[in-house]
């Protein structure tokens, strides 16, 4: 059963800094591009960025580049997202996803909430 | 960015009768591989989303066949044949074609 648990999200002041995780579980997590997607308090998704299996290629939504990174460890079956400069309108719950399908996600996480607030 | 636009935004719907969700794309959703890359989402309150499309009309595993997708280039259409309780909640559309990835707006179902 594939299974992804995110963890790291928590309260944090404006201009702090977190690292997210994401643990998978249930299959070859080296094989498959991932993704995470956030979800602002009573908004609609928004994708973030994705990896692809090996790490060499990353992709973000434009106006993320620079304060938010993702990145993996295949060894540890982890996926990560550093965001950095937090805003008040990065609070949000953050969404690991698996793209097992080209163009799509087929599993999520339960999500890790984000509070920026001071 | 190409921008998705979903409508109707609200839809109050009668269980047992259908309803039907539209979800218009800025460019061509047609990827240069020759694949449509649009998917569709439903998300229940205080839930992770679950896919119920992708690739226009494929409907994943468990998904009831009330569901149904179609359309093509810039114009798709979620249409659930017979609305039941469970249906209730948000339905997103979902771009893959071109970076970045993009959602619709949503569509809140709820029943009338």
């Known amino acids: 059963e594939v299974q992804l648990v995110e963890s790291g999200g928590g309260l944090v002041q404006p201009g702090g800094s977190l690292r997210l995780s994401c643990a998978a579980s249930?299959?070859?997590?080296?094989?498959?591009?991932m993704s995470w997607v956030r979800q602002a308090p009573g908004k609609g998704l928004e994708w973030v960025a994705t990896?692809?299996?090996?790490?060499?290629?990353?992709y973000y939504v434009d106006s993320l580049k620079g304060r938010f990174t993702i990145f993996r460890d295949n060894a540890e079956n982890s996926l990560y997202l550093q965001v950095n400069s937090l805003r008040a309108e990065d609070t949000a719950v953050y969404y690991c996803?698996?793209?097992?399908?080209?163009?799509?996600?087929?599993?999520w996480g339960q999500g890790t909430l984000v509070t920026v607030s001071s | 960015d190409v921008v998705m636009t979903q409508s109707p935004l609200s839809l109050p719907v009668t269980l047992g009768q259908p309803a039907s969700i539209s979800c218009r794309s800025s460019?061509?959703?047609?990827?240069?591989?020759?694949?449509?890359?649009l998917n569709w989402f439903h998300q229940r309150p205080g839930q992770s989303p679950r896919r119920l499309i992708y690739?226009?009309?494929n409907r994943d595993s468990g998904v009831p066949d009330r569901f149904s997708g179609s359309g093509s280039g810039t114009d798709f259409t979620l249409k659930i044949s017979r609305v039941e309780a469970e249906d209730v909640g948000v339905y997103y559309c979902?771009?893959?074609?071109?970076?970045?990835?993009?959602f619709g707006q949503g569509t809140r179902v709820e029943v009338k």
């Open positions: 690739k226009i009309s």
């Open positions: 996803a698996r793209p097992g399908d080209p163009g799509s996600v087929d599993y």
């Open positions: 979902l771009q893959g074609t071109h970076w970045p990835w993009t």
């Open positions: 460019q061509s959703l047609v990827h240069s591989d020759g694949n449509t890359y």
């Open positions: 990896i692809k299996p090996d790490g060499s290629d990353k």
């Open positions: 249930g299959f070859t997590f080296s094989s498959y591009w």
